[in-house]
């Protein structure tokens, strides 16, 4: 069974940095896709971010082009998110999800992470 596992939320100032990671158990990472999504209170969920199997190929949404950065270790079997000069518009849940292509899409993925929790507030 693929399980994906985010971490590395929590509470930020806004302006600060935090790094999300996303490890998975149960498969190998390198034959996926991944994809971040996030979904703030009363708002659908969108996606952020994606990085093909190699690394070699990522894409960003444009509310985060230039601040957070997607990478991926798959000898770790994880693929992170460092996410840079935070402000209260990215407070929300932000997933992983694992696919067969590159995409921001939700319906291309089929395995999703639980999800962690991001705050940016003073």
């Known amino acids: 069974q693929l399980q994906l596992v985010e971490s590395g939320g929590g509470l930020v100032q806004p302006g600060g940095s935090l790094r999300l990671s996303c490890a998975a158990s149960?498969?190998?990472?390198?034959?996926?896709?991944i994809g971040w999504f996030r979904q703030a209170p009363g708002k659908e969920r969108e996606g952020i971010s994606c990085?093909?199997?190699?690394?070699?190929?990522?894409n960003y949404a444009d509310s985060v082009k230039g601040r957070f950065t997607i990478s991926r270790d798959n000898a770790k079997n994880t693929v992170y998110l460092q996410m840079n000069n935070l402000n209260p518009e990215d407070t929300a849940v932000y997933y992983c999800?694992?696919?067969?292509?590159?995409?921001?899409?939700?319906?291309?993925?089929?395995?999703w992470g639980q999800g962690t929790q991001v705050t940016v507030s003073s």
């Open positions: 149960g498969f190998t990472l390198a034959y996926y896709a």
């Open positions: 999800a694992a696919g067969g292509v590159a995409t921001m899409i939700e319906a291309d993925f089929g395995s």
């Open positions: 990085i093909s199997k190699s690394g070699g190929s990522t």
